[in-house]
């Protein structure tokens, strides 16, 4: 089964919305996961908008990047520059994929809103 890890910065927001998304559109398909470089607690403002769609991450963690499933995935996505230039070295036989999507933390919910949007289309293009 392949394998996707979704980074950001704290695994609070962007990261936590696109893990849900492939969750809901991949099924059983593809092993996914999201991480961040920090853990700053999955933000309640994401929940919040994924709920709008039908989708709970309100029991999903704030997760630091693990280093086994990290060497193991064949698709990594970077969420912002912060996790795209901190996160460890990506193996050359992985595929990795840059997103570069605002931060919705400390904005309205209707950023988040646009936010996730965003997000939902990326991960509705994905081609695994």
Not at 73 to 92: E, S, Y
Not at 98 to 124: N, T
Request: net charge negative; with cysteine.
């Amino acid at each position: 089964m392949k394998k996707i890890y979704f980074l950001c910065t704290g695994n609070s927001c962007r990261s936590q919305m696109a893990e849900g998304f492939a969750k809901k559109l991949l099924k059983n398909t593809v092993q996914i996961r999201s991480a961040g470089i920090e853990q700053h607690g999955v933000n309640p403002d994401a929940i919040k908008v994924m709920a709008e769609v039908g989708i709970d991450i309100s029991d999903h963690t704030s997760d630091l990047i693990e280093m086994d499933y990290f060497n193991a995935c064949d698709l990594i996505i970077t969420l912002c520059g912060d996790a795209r230039d901190k996160c460890p070295v990506i193996p050359k036989t992985t595929q990795h994929e840059h997103w570069a999507i605002k931060d919705p933390a400390g904005h309205s919910l209707e950023e988040f809103r646009l936010v996730r949007d965003e997000i939902y289309k990326k991960v509705k293009t994905l081609d695994l």
